[in-house]
């Protein structure tokens, strides 16, 4: 069953079939999946009052285990993002009695981003909700098509220097 990628990519053959644009057939789909995918989590984030970066923030702390504490560069490592955009992230959440930043005990002048028990639970409603986003997403891949992806995935990602930490 041909789609539209496959469209454009008979479109370039018939037009420049002097160039292989096959890189075109997993780039494509993965920025059209990509946009769909998007599409799926902001719709599930909506229903809990929240965006795909306050879902970040809020994930990073309640995945880091008790006490749900991070200092503000762990958090931009983990979501790659420059630290005035960690710091206007923080301000809206604390703002909305999500998160909390208190001295950190270890160095006087740092801080630390603390997940309050309002953050916690909203964090718990909302993990589950994107879970089932995410498997729906992912239905029409079997088990062992899902594990073959991922790992093609990473092999790629690590490939551009995307891997992380």
Same mark, same amino acid.
């Given at each position: 069953?041909?789609?539209?990628?496959?469209?454009?990519?008979?479109?370039?053959?018939?037009?420049?079939?002097?160039?292989?644009?096959?890189?075109?057939?997993?780039?494509?789909?993965?920025?059209?999946?990509?946009?769909?995918?998007?599409?799926?989590?902001?719709?599930?984030?909506? #229903?809990?009052? %929240? *965006?795909? +970066?306050?879902? =970040?923030?809020? !994930? /990073?702390?309640? $995945?880091?285990?008790?006490?749900?504490?991070?200092?503000?560069?762990?958090?931009?490592?983990?979501?790659?993002?420059?630290?005035?955009?960690?710091?206007?992230?923080?301000?809206?959440?604390?703002?909305?009695?999500?998160?909390?930043?208190?001295?950190?005990?270890?160095?006087?002048?740092?801080?630390?981003?603390?997940?309050?028990?309002?953050? #916690?639970?909203? %964090? *718990?409603? +909302?993990?589950? =909700?994107?879970? !089932? /986003?995410?498997? $729906?997403?992912?239905?029409?891949?079997?088990?062992?098509?899902?594990?073959?992806?991922?790992?093609?995935?990473?092999?790629?990602?690590?490939?551009?220097?995307?891997?992380?930490?």
């Amino acid at each position: 069953m041909a789609d539209h990628v496959d469209r454009v990519l008979e479109q370039w053959h018939a037009e420049r079939p002097d160039l292989d644009v096959s890189p075109m057939a997993v780039i494509g789909r993965l920025s059209r999946l990509s946009a769909l995918v998007d599409a799926e989590l902001r719709r599930t984030f909506a #229903r809990h009052g %929240i *965006d795909a +970066a306050t879902f =970040d923030v809020l !994930a /990073t702390l309640r $995945r880091s285990g008790p006490p749900y504490r991070l200092t503000p560069t762990e958090l931009m490592r983990s979501a790659m993002v420059t630290s005035g955009a960690i710091t206007q992230r923080l301000d809206k959440l604390e703002a909305r009695g999500l998160v909390e930043r208190t001295p950190d005990e270890t160095d006087g002048r740092g801080r630390r981003v603390e997940l309050t028990e309002a953050g #916690r639970a909203l %964090i *718990d409603r +909302a993990l589950p =909700d994107h879970v !089932a /986003t995410e498997h $729906r997403i992912l239905a029409a891949l079997g088990s062992a098509e899902r594990k073959n992806l991922a790992e093609t995935l990473r092999t790629l990602l690590e490939s551009l220097g995307g891997s992380g930490s």
